[in-house]
């Protein structure tokens, strides 16, 4: 969740800007979409308020407070108020959004149906409803629910007959070689990743973690596609755009988020540089894909793999799969069969990345990455 941009709206048309590509704007959400050219972005990626309604403090066991979400910009008069917020950002979401472009928004329980219907009532077409499962959710205190484990995004095109860009093979390919469902086990935003104040608190509470937007970005959009998020934050889809070679909008009221949004993006380098740590699963647990490697920087994309013999060597792809010489490019398992002329592979043993000059198989690193959880 970002900021709403909420703030007394003038009915006057604005002015038209040239589409400004790889920049925050500052102000409220909605005054400065309407300045944006009609059907000028391929993607919006919306974290809108949840309007939590929060009663009170809540307490840990040992008497420690929970530093939830109980900033202004999530508070509104009534459910009528949140509606009204809710049918302006989607009018001009609608209109600047191209249309073969598509849109995600993501929510709690909270605020999920009531935008689903307005998604609808705005004529947006829903595609999926994506469930994220967090791997380390935070726990009910009070023990009077159920642990809320999940949020819901929403991916809609603008009609029935949209030629949206799914990268079907893609997802596949992070997910070896297996189709991408509709539940995604995913860490919250945790530990390195999660932006602090120099006070050392959260600068946000509501960070979304990279890998959620890593998967978005690669399933629907191309690169050089024209990503826009009008509720920024402190920057996660302007950082992971720009490590995927998209172009980005963001807006965003709070300067305070600005600031942090702008030192995050300005220090994050091309995918095939960086390296993004995080966590998930193991045997009897939810299932790892290798994608999920790449995803979360354990595995960059770019690096190098070699069998334990150095006979052969393959170079890992942004969607997971991996392409050697001579052989198309595929899973771990299958680039693997082929390169040793085999009918199988187990590539989580036989593939190797090279680490303080000894190679270590990447089964390891997902043994790693499932201790995380």
């Known amino acids: 969740m970002t900021d709403s941009g909420r703030t007394a709206r003038t009915r006057a048309l604005p002015a038209k800007r040239p589409l400004p590509l790889d920049t925050i704007l500052e102000g409220d959400c909605i005054a400065e979409m309407a300045r944006l050219p009609d059907r000028s972005v391929d993607m919006i990626f919306a974290d809108p308020p949840y309007n939590l309604q929060l009663g009170g403090d809540l307490i840990r066991p040992e008497g420690g407070k929970v530093d939830a979400c109980d900033d202004d910009w999530d508070k509104f008069d009534s459910l009528a108020?949140?509606?009204?917020?809710?049918?302006?950002?989607?009018?001009?979401?609608?209109?600047?959004?191209?249309?073969?472009?598509?849109?995600?928004?993501?929510?709690?329980?909270?605020?999920?149906?009531?935008?689903?219907?307005?998604?609808?009532?705005a004529d947006f077409w829903i595609l999926n409803d994506i469930v994220w499962r967090k791997a380390n959710p935070m726990p009910n205190f009070r023990g009077t629910r159920f642990t809320n484990a999940h949020e819901t995004l929403l991916w809609c095109a603008k009609d029935e007959k949209a030629r949206y860009t799914f990268n079907y093979r893609a997802m596949k390919a992070l997910n070896d070689d297996l189709q991408m469902r509709s539940d995604w086990v995913l860490p919250i935003c945790a530990g390195a990743e999660r932006c602090k104040t120099q006070a050392g608190e959260k600068a946000h509470p509501t960070q979304k973690p990279e890998s959620l937007l890593y998967r978005i970005l690669l399933a629907c959009t191309k690169p050089g596609d024209v990503v826009l998020d009008p509720f920024f934050g402190t920057g996660t889809t302007g950082a992971v755009a720009r490590r995927l070679?998209?172009?980005?909008?963001?807006?965003?009221?709070?300067?305070?988020?600005?600031?942090?949004?702008?030192?995050?993006?300005?220090?994050?380098?091309?995918?095939?540089?960086?390296?993004?740590?995080?966590?998930?699963?193991?045997?009897?647990?939810?299932?790892?894909?290798?994608?999920?490697?790449?995803?979360?920087?354990?595995?960059?994309?770019?690096?190098?793999?070699?069998?334990?013999?150095?006979?052969?060597?393959?170079?890992?792809?942004?969607?997971?799969?991996?392409?050697?010489?001579?052989?198309?490019?595929?899973?771990?398992?299958?680039?693997?069969?082929?390169?040793?002329?085999?009918?199988?592979?187990?590539?989580?043993?036989?593939?190797?990345?090279?680490?303080?000059?000894?190679?270590?198989a990447i089964d390891a690193l997902r043994q790693q990455h499932l201790a995380g959880l």
């Open 81 to 121: 108020a949140y509606d009204d917020f809710t049918r302006e950002w989607l009018e001009q979401a609608r209109r600047i959004l191209k249309d073969d472009g598509t849109i995600w928004v993501i929510g709690s329980y909270h605020n999920i149906y009531r935008v689903g219907a307005l998604l609808q009532d």
């Open 245 to 360: 070679g998209r172009k980005w909008i963001g807006i965003e009221r709070e300067r305070a988020y600005i600031k942090v949004a702008t030192q995050r993006i300005e220090s994050t380098l091309p995918l095939d540089e960086s390296a993004m740590q995080t966590v998930p699963d193991k045997r009897g647990a939810p299932r790892v894909a290798f994608g999920l490697l790449v995803e979360s920087g354990l595995v960059p994309a770019g690096s190098i793999l070699t069998d334990a013999k150095r006979r052969w060597t393959a170079h890992v792809r942004a969607d997971g799969s991996i392409e050697a010489s001579g052989i198309d490019a595929g899973s771990i398992h299958k680039v693997g069969a082929k390169l040793q002329g085999a009918p199988s592979c187990n590539g989580w043993t036989f593939w190797h990345l090279e680490r303080s000059g000894a190679l270590v």
